[in-house]
C-alpha cells in the first residue's frame, strides 16, 4: 500500500531522536566518570518511561498539527474523489445513465400499480392476496433502495461493497418468490415476525414445501433458496456475494478490483470490477418487479414490467461491451 498524500508530516524519526539523545546523555555520564554497569542500569530503569513519555507527545503534536491541516488535508481527498469521478464517468457514463433510467421506471411503474391496487381493484378481491402484496410492497420497496446503493458504490468504484449489496439483494428476491408460492399464511408470518427480535426463518416453517419436515424442522436460508427453481443459475453470483460480505479468505485476496494476475491490495476506488453487480443487481430488480405486479395483473404494467426487462438486458449489454472495451488488453482471458 502507498500514501497518496503526507497526512502526518514527516521530520526526524522518533527513533533517530532518542538515540541521538541518549547517546549525547551517555557521552555526558562517561565524561562524569559513571562506570559503564551504572550507567546501563541507570538506562534500563529510565528507558520504558522515557519512551512512554516521548511517544505520547509526538501523538499530541501529530494530532495538532492535523487539526490545524483539517481542511488542507480534507481538499486533497476531495480533489482525488473529483477525478476519479470524472474518470468514471468518462469511461462508464452512458452506463451509469442506462443503471439510472432502471431505477426510475421500476420507481414509476410500482407507483402506477399501487394507484392501480388501490383503485381499481376491490376490497375482496385484494383480501385474497391481501399479506402477499403487502409483503411485496414493502420487498420491492427494498430491494429498489439497494439497488440505488448499488449503483452508488459502482459509480465510486467500489465493486466489492456493490456486490456486498447484491447479495442481500438476492436474497429478497428468492424470499420474494418463496413467499408468492408459499401463499397467504406463509406472507402473514413474514409480516409478523417483523414486529419481533427473531432473526431466524421460522416465518417459513408452515409452507406447504417443507409440510413433509418433522416438527422440529428449523428453516434456513439454504433451504429457501433451494426450494425456489431458479436459485440454481445465480449459485456462483451467490458464493461471490457471500465471499465479500464476509470475513473470508477469498473476499479478502480476490478483490474485485484486482485483474486476474494482479498483486495489488485495493484501500480505495477502483474503475474495474463492477459490472458483475451492476448487471446482476439490474436483473433481479427486473424479476422482483415482474412478481409484485403480477399479483393483481393488469395489462398495461405487465406490459412496462416485460418492458423493464427486457431494459435489464440492454444494461448487460452495455456494460459487457463496455468492460470488453476497457480491459480486454489487460485481461488475457478477456472479461
Not at 480533489?79 to 426510475?104: I, P
Not at 400499480?113 to 381493484?121: F, L, Q, S
Not at 421460522?202 to 422440529?216: D, G, L, M, Q, R
Amino acid at each position: 500500500m502507498k500514501s497518496q498524500n503526507d497526512t502526518i508530516q514527516k521530520t526526524q524519526s522518533l527513533d533517530e531522536f532518542i538515540n541521538d539523545v541518549i547517546k549525547d546523555c551517555i557521552k555526558e555520564q562517561i565524561a562524569g566518570g559513571m562506570e559503564e554497569k551504572q550507567i546501563l542500569e541507570h538506562w534500563n530503569k529510565k528507558l520504558p518511561n522515557i519512551y512512554e513519555k516521548i511517544i505520547n507527545k509526538a501523538a499530541v503534536n501529530h494530532l495538532e498539527d492535523i487539526k490545524k491541516r483539517l481542511y488542507e488535508i480534507s481538499m486533497k481527498h476531495r480533489l482525488r474523489d473529483n477525478v476519479f469521478q470524472a474518470h468514471q464517468d468518462q469511461k462508464w457514463g452512458k452506463c451509469f445513465a442506462a443503471s439510472e433510467v432502471m431505477y426510475e421506471l421500476s420507481i414509476e411503474i410500482a407507483n402506477d400499480y399501487t394507484t392501480y391496487v388501490a383503485e381499481e381493484i376491490s376490497k375482496i378481491e385484494q383480501k385474497e392476496y391481501q399479506y402477499t402484496y403487502a409483503t411485496f410492497v414493502h420487498i420491492h420497496g427494498r430491494v429498489c433502495q439497494i439497488y440505488l446503493e448499488i449503483l452508488c458504490l459502482i459509480k465510486n468504484g467500489f465493486a466489492d461493497g456493490a456486490l456486498a449489496r447484491f447479495r442481500t439483494m438476492y436474497e429478497l428476491c428468492y424470499i420474494a418468490d418463496f413467499i408468492k408460492t408459499a401463499g397467504e399464511e406463509t406472507a402473514l408470518a413474514y409480516l409478523q415476525q417483523s414486529n419481533t427480535d427473531n432473526q431466524k426463518c421460522s416465518w417459513a416453517k408452515n409452507a406447504p414445501c417443507f409440510a413433509h419436515k418433522s416438527k422440529n424442522f428449523k428453516p434456513t436460508l439454504l433451504a429457501i433458496r433451494k426450494s425456489c427453481d431458479f436459485t440454481e443459475k445465480w449459485e456462483k453470483q451467490h458464493k461471490a456475494g457471500c465471499f465479500v460480505n464476509h470475513a473470508s479468505p477469498q473476499g479478502t485476496l480476490k478483490r474485485l478490483a484486482n485483474i486476474d494476475g494482479m498483486n495489488m491490495i485495493p484501500v480505495g476506488k477502483s474503475d474495474y470490477g463492477i459490472t458483475d453487480p451492476a448487471v446482476n443487481s439490474a436483473i433481479i430488480l427486473a424479476i422482483v418487479t415482474a412478481m409484485f405486479v403480477a399479483i393483481f395483473p393488469n395489462t398495461e404494467t405487465l406490459a412496462k414490467s416485460t418492458m423493464l426487462t427486457h431494459w435489464s438486458h440492454i444494461i448487460r449489454k452495455m456494460y459487457l461491451s463496455t468492460d470488453q472495451e476497457l480491459f480486454a488488453q489487460l485481461n488475457n482471458k478477456g472479461v
